[in-house]
């Protein structure tokens, strides 16, 4: 392709830089590269492109982008193959297991850079961020950094949805949704690693269908490695838009949340045991009632209905608290659409959180497909 068709393909409505390119050949015939980009993708027709010329309008260093294929039915495999016929760092890799962390290890075991950086296909990337990843590794000497999950959203349901995925009551008050936190955290988005890393700890674990970053950043903190947050880091995830996706999303994290639990003896964060503890009194407290009612205990019947109502009333006065609190930057509708969000945050991951604590007590080795289908 001729450099103007080159360029035109890069001249979108995008933040505006130049085209990230590898070094010249060396003798080898390989272009050497400074850091491997890893991104996992699968049926990701409308974001792959606007993906794409985020990172190649990157000032940075050297760089490969290697993407792990998931087996895409929608167009995304012939995007890809026209981006990768056109510009020589731009890789595509066949995922025939399709899961988030088979393509990671993919991309890893194909990448010849010292520094490995996971990239999210949802995710818009400030031309620097390749850049700053590399400084703030080599300045802090921490294991993997990253920023904080800043939102860009545009439209009036976007904005609604991103101010619940960044609220600290929908996500309990995670450190790595703070844009002003610069320190050590126990996980970043993404991530970007020295390659020794996975030599010394292994690489993702392929059981998990969701939350493997998030073992893999408990692995390294047990292993005496750090973690480290910083401000200049800076990119803009585009939450889901959907209340049945976001459902979907969400009981996928809690279910496996508990795999990574029973792997470890520990969770990563108490706050990931907050969610399932709420929708088993939710689910549980009726069933003591009934369960007392039906012997007799009337005192016990009336205690857990009491308690019951009190759990509803204090979850939804705090949920709608927190929604006021946001009216001034969101608008009147936040007061009702924030708590139903809330609740879709809280809801779907404790009933997964339960569902895979069900599994586990079983010894259920299949795995429902709810479970399992990754959607976005």
Known sequence: MATSKKRRLLERP????????????????????????????RNERTAIEPFLCSVLRQQAPPFEVLIADGRSDDGTRQILER????????????NAAR?????????????RAPIIMRMDCHTQYREDYIAECVRV??????????????????????????????????????????ENYEGPIDTVPYGCWRRELFDQIGMFDEMLVRNQDDEFNLRTLRAGGRIWQSRRIVSWYEPRTSLSALFRQYFQYGYWKVAVIRKHRIPASWRHLVPGAFVAMVLG?????????????????????????????VYAVSAASAALLT???NGPAASVALPVLFAIYHVSYGLGFLSGILAAARNQRAVPARAADITR
């Open 83 to 94: 981006f990768a016929r056109e510009y020589p760092n731009v890789k595509m890799l066949d």
């Open 327 to 329: 009216i001034s930057q």
């Open 137 to 178: 590794l080599e300045e802090t000497g921490a294991s993997n950094v990253g920023g904080a999950a800043r939102t860009r959203p545009a439209g009036f349901r976007a904005r609604l949805f991103a101010a619940a995925y960044r609220h600290p009551f929908s996500c309990g008050g995670a450190l790595f949704h703070d």
């Open 99 to 111: 899961f988030t962390s088979s393509g990671l290890n993919l991309a890893i075991a194909a990448a």
């Open 285 to 313: 407290l009726p069933l003591t009632v009934g369960a007392a009612a039906a012997i007799g205990i009337a005192k016990l019947a009336i205690l857990g209905a009491a308690a019951w109502v009190a759990v509803l009333s």
């Open 14 to 41: 995008y933040e505006e830089g130049p085209v990230g390119r590898p070094a010249e050949t060396d003798r080898s015939g390989e272009q050497p590269v400074a850091v491997s980009i890893i991104v996992p993708c």
